[in-house]
């Protein structure tokens, strides 16, 4: 994938009209489905390109070819839209650290192998140069869009029969429900060694979300380690989108023409610096602000010269993206088939400054105006291998530590404790709605889990978690008499709750009456993380 030289950007256009499927069938990592899929990926490009113009190109340091294009030119200027002028926004600069700030490889003023300088001229973009090499390593177009294919990427042929097709996702983040119109932390950066036969990437990044089921929104940005997506085993800048819940919407770094570039000196792939392990520690500071209908992208500042780009809210369809999120959500994520790649820095976050990946300064935007610090809550899907650590200070504000070393045993036994079970089941689940109830249900199981004195009914014990719900910090149980009238509904009878079915129809019914229940599982069939899984996908179709 790494060209030995550069190819005038008029003669790759014109190899792109030429390109047959049988002529690159022959490469090792080709892996389209049929002569019809490459199609649509040679049309793609075609179109992607159509009418750019190139002022200039150049090689960075891993070998990849970006061209430098005039800012109404590029790919995502073709609805005929102007582009926005960049603006600043409110908020706070980070505190000052012994950190540094990565300053983009774009403004250091050297020159690639060929002589040609490394850089874009004022009012152009640098544009990183997709090539069809790049997307047949996937089965079809839409699997190069997608956060993650389908199936086995990377792969000479030969080995892709024996592939697993189903990759695992595995997440050690922050969150917080908040109406926010974006946010922004300081991001650690890290290399982790990511194989490319059967792992897929690992990341750190920022997620803003709004919108359950299929239809969860969100905008994200970060560093990504994914040498198939960006020709290097070397971090890289990126963003994405979903409208859809990952399904057919969305992109990386706007190679579905919708992310509208505004910097020359910041663009989606570029590669980034990495910390020292007990040495310098590499940083970019990242944020994401939805302003006159645009989710806008800042990298080291909220000036007008830090904007990136931005993603149109028009993508999201009206729906609740477009006008803003609902949960701010921070931390690292890895894929794979099997055995996991390291998240972070491999280190779990005991390890500490200079040795685990972090992210710091860590504060949202919210629609009257302030800014405040997150208070996220910690979510590890598989403790075993990675993990983190939340903290404040007066330095860092809100910030955490985390990551882990991945390995072939990261699918580890469910907790011992019945209501602990059922959060890792729905947590775990590969049915999206049902991770979307997750989120929604985590905080009223937890309170009504928790609820040990056993004279009290469980219709009051579900009346107490919906006043907690309902944004009562403290209820006081004396006062649910008060609540008999209007939560009659909710009226069961007194009683042991030893069966999962129990468990959840009575929190289920509670919050959303006729809404479907669980079939009969029993808590003790769950005695491995998949049976866990297995049952409660089986219970909600």
């Not at 997709?130 to 079809?140: A, D």
């Not at 956060?147 to 695992?168: G, L």
């Not at 530590?401 to 699918?411: A, D, L, T």
Request: net charge negative; with cysteine.
């Amino acid at each position: 994938m790494r060209p030995s030289k550069i190819i005038p950007f008029k003669d790759f256009y014109e190899q792109l009209h030429t390109a047959r499927h049988k002529e690159l069938q022959e490469n090792a990592y080709f892996a389209v489905r049929s002569p019809e899929h490459f199609e649509e990926m040679r049309h793609h490009l075609l179109e992607y390109y159509q009418r750019v113009e190139v002022v200039h190109s150049f090689m960075d340091h891993t070998g990849q070819v970006w061209d430098c294009i005039p800012v109404d030119k590029q790919p995502a200027a073709r609805d005929g839209l102007p582009i926005a002028k960049p603006r600043v926004i409110p908020g706070r600069h980070p505190k000052s650290s012994s950190n540094r700030l990565h300053q983009s490889i774009f403004a250091r003023g050297d020159k690639d192998d060929e002589g040609n300088e490394r850089s874009c001229p004022q009012g152009c973009i640098p544009l990183r140069r997709l090539s069809l090499t790049e997307l047949t390593q996937y089965q079809t177009l839409q699997d190069f869009f997608k956060k993650t294919p389908d199936r086995k990427i990377s792969t000479p042929v030969a080995d892709q029969a024996a592939a697993p097709d189903k990759f695992t996702h595995l997440h050690a983040h922050g969150y917080q429900w908040i109406n926010n119109l974006g946010g922004r932390s300081t991001i650690n950066i890290w290399d982790p060694v990511v194989n490319g036969q059967d792992e897929v990437f690992s990341l750190s990044q920022h997620w803003y979300v709004a919108g359950q089921g299929g239809q969860l929104q969100t905008v994200e940005a970060g560093w990504q380690v994914w040498a198939a997506n960006y020709g290097a085993a070397e971090p890289c800048l990126f963003t994405f989108w979903t409208a859809d819940n990952y399904g057919s919407t969305g992109a990386y770094n706007g190679t579905d023409g919708k992310f509208k570039q505004q910097s020359n000196l910041w663009a989606p792939g570029q590669p980034l610096p990495v910390s020292a392990d007990g040495g310098t520690q590499a940083e970019i500071d990242v944020c994401w602000f939805l302003q006159d209908g645009n989710w806008c992208l800042y990298i080291n500042g909220i000036d007008a010269v830090n904007q990136v780009g931005y993603y149109p809210a028009t993508v999201y369809n009206g729906g609740p993206m477009a006008t803003g999120a609902e949960i701010i959500d921070y931390g690292g994520e890895v894929c794979a088939l099997q055995e996991m790649p390291p998240m972070g820095s491999g280190a779990l976050p005991a390890a500490g400054y200079q040795h685990a990946a972090y992210q710091r300064n860590i504060y949202c935007f919210t629609a009257d105006g302030s800014n405040p610090d997150a208070t996220l809550e910690p979510d590890e899907e598989a403790p075993g291998c990675f993990q983190i650590s939340i903290q404040n200070n007066a330095g860092w504000g809100e910030f955490f530590y985390f990551g882990g070393p991945g390995g072939g045993n990261c699918q580890q036994a469910p907790p011992a404790s019945f209501a602990d079970r059922v959060h890792f089941a729905f947590r775990n689940s590969k049915n999206k709605t049902l991770i979307q109830k997750y989120h929604y249900f985590k905080k009223m199981i937890s309170i009504y889990a928790s609820m040990e004195d056993n004279t009290k009914s469980i219709s009051d014990r579900v009346k107490i978690a919906i006043l907690f719900e309902n944004g009562d910090s403290d209820p006081d149980p004396t006062t649910l008499a008060d609540t008999t009238t209007q939560m009659s509904v909710y009226n069961f009878d007194a009683g042991d709750y030893g069966n999962i079915t129990d468990y959840f129809n009575h929190i289920i019914v509670a919050v959303k009456p006729g809404a479907k229940t669980l079939n009969t599982l029993t808590v003790q069939a769950y005695t491995t993380v998949q049976d866990c899984i297995d049952g409660v996908n089986a219970a909600v179709k």
